[in-house]
């Protein structure tokens, strides 16, 4: 059955979660859809759903899925929903049609905006609940990925791009700059001078030279890109919870800390595995010669 709620109360708009049962049939109003257990792709079969894969779709076609401010606090809300489901282990996120990831920010809606209105108010917000996601999130992208939507692809995890994909940081040519991320995690991919030379002239970069540049996880064919991403989700699902987890973080802490607390922030989470039932099972499953059974505890 659908389940049409508000995690958390703070959403103007309802996210719709679709069991297997369902199709996806986003309302007016509505920008974000959500699959669980995502449907299979062809190569999987005779699988039809992918067990503990969450497939979220942004839908504002007619806006080449452009990310307003009550879109982006949709997302939130069903990627925290998601976070807080037990059967959902992976997170696949795309955007609807082939023509757009997300082409950027609503500029309409930001032109309107002031120093003073984005500082008062909490419209950014949004853009921290989605770092704060545990489980791991796979962008799927065709087509543009540009300012805000360059930024949400690279909030994810992991990134698999179609060859029609197209990345770029162009805030410049608006007499702006990135604010959601842009400067940091472009600069933290592909380094400084690569990110310098993008976001300063805003040229965009095709999926091969984003593969090449190290901001891209995988290129596949355009038509197989979400099948890529939901197959590359599968097999992390299949893995223990909470060692994805914990993995995830000391990845992600890398980035941000001082190689001795990145060391010392990763032997503290090996160490806490040690009291979960997984890691006894994964090492009794280990020495037994046989398939381990994850519960995530």
Known sequence: MAQHARPGGSSAVDTVVVTEAESADPAAGRYINVTLPAAAPASMAPAEFVSGVALVTIYRREALNALSFDLLRELADALEALDADSTCRAIVL?????????????????????????????????????????????????????GGGCELAMACDMLIAGDDAQFGQPEIKLGVMPGAGGTQRLTRAIGAARAMELILTGRTMGAEEALAAGLVTR????????????????RIAAMPPLAVRAAKRAIRDAAELPLASGLAAERQAF???????????????????????WTGS
């Open 219 to 234: 290129l596949v064919p355009a038509a197989e890109t979400v099948e890529a991403a939901l197959e590359l989700a599968a």
């Open 94 to 146: 795309t955007g609807t049609g082939s023509r757009a990831f997300a082409a950027g920010a609503d500029i309409r809606e930001l032109a309107r905006q002031t120093a003073a209105s984005l500082s008062a108010g909490d419209d950014f917000a949004a853009w921290g609940r989605i770092d704060a996601i545990g489980l791991p999130l796979i962008a799927a992208v065709r087509g543009f990925a540009l």
């Open 271 to 293: 160490f806490a595995l040690f009291d979960s039932h997984d890691q006894h099972e994964g090492m009794a499953a280990f020495i037994e010669k046989r398939p381990a059974v």
